[in-house]
């Protein structure tokens, strides 16, 4: 089977640093991506990770360590309007065709 | 980035019901095209998958006969949810990929459905 691990709520103050960690447990792997969702809206793409390492993208930040099944989202410098619901979704592939399952979400609220 | 749209926005059913759901990409062809499921607070759970010209593939646990999937062309993918009941309100979110070796998946705005 397939099962994404990510906290369930993280609580941050605004201009502070946040890490969002996911670990997996898949079959056919083919990289972790990273989803923004407000509450009501569809989730929107961040950032994705193929290979080990760290990917940038202004202030939100990604990395991805195959070996440990482990990857995170850093957020920096956070602001009122990053409180949302971040999802870690794994790409997999199966029988050649490519499937993203998301993790249960990380619920963010930043605080003034 | 590329555009997908997703047709009604919210819709309210009497139980018994069938709604179909529309999904669109605007400026490129979709090969293939995913229906998700979001009860409130939870994550987007994948239903199926549909190729162009194909039958979808959908999850364990999801009835194909009450998730009718239908992917006629490479720009429009439709749901029905059949016979609809209480339970099966939720938020119903499509997302396209172009294939070719382009692997992003766009997400549709989502379809709230509240059954009566």
């Known amino acids: 089977g397939q099962s994404l691990e990510q906290p369930s709520e993280v609580t941050a103050v605004e201009g502070a640093i946040v890490q969002i960690n996911c670990t997996y447990q898949t079959s056919g792997f083919y990289g972790l991506s990273w989803y923004q969702q407000h509450d009501g809206g569809a989730p929107t793409f961040l950032s994705y990770n193929g290979l080990d390492g760290l990917e940038e993208t202004g202030r939100f930040s990604s990395f991805l360590s195959r070996s440990d099944s482990y990857g995170y989202l850093l957020l920096q410098e956070l602001q009122m309007k990053d409180s949302a619901s971040y999802f870690c979704?794994?790409?997999?592939?199966?029988?050649?065709?490519?499937?993203?399952?998301f993790g249960s979400g990380t619920r963010l609220l930043v605080r003034p | 980035g590329a555009v997908v749209s997703q047709h009604p926005s919210w819709v309210i059913c009497k139980s018994g019901t069938s709604v179909k759901i529309e999904c669109r990409s605007l400026d490129f062809q979709a090969t293939t095209m995913f229906w998700y499921r979001q009860f409130p607070k939870q994550s987007l759970m994948l239903m199926a998958t549909?190729?162009?010209?194909?039958?979808?593939?959908?999850e364990q646990g999801v009835e194909k006969d009450k998730f009718l999937i239908n992917h006629a062309s490479l720009t429009l993918s439709t749901l029905t949810v059949t016979s609809a009941h209480p339970e099966d309100s939720s938020f119903y979110i499509c997302?396209?990929?172009?294939?070719?070796?382009?692997?992003?998946?766009?997400f549709g705005p989502g379809t709230r459905l509240l059954v009566l």
């Open positions: 979704a794994v790409r997999s592939r199966m029988d050649s065709s490519y499937k993203l399952i």
């Open positions: 549909s190729n162009e010209g194909s039958k979808a593939t959908y």
């Open positions: 997302s396209a990929r172009a294939g070719g070796g382009q692997e992003t998946q766009y």
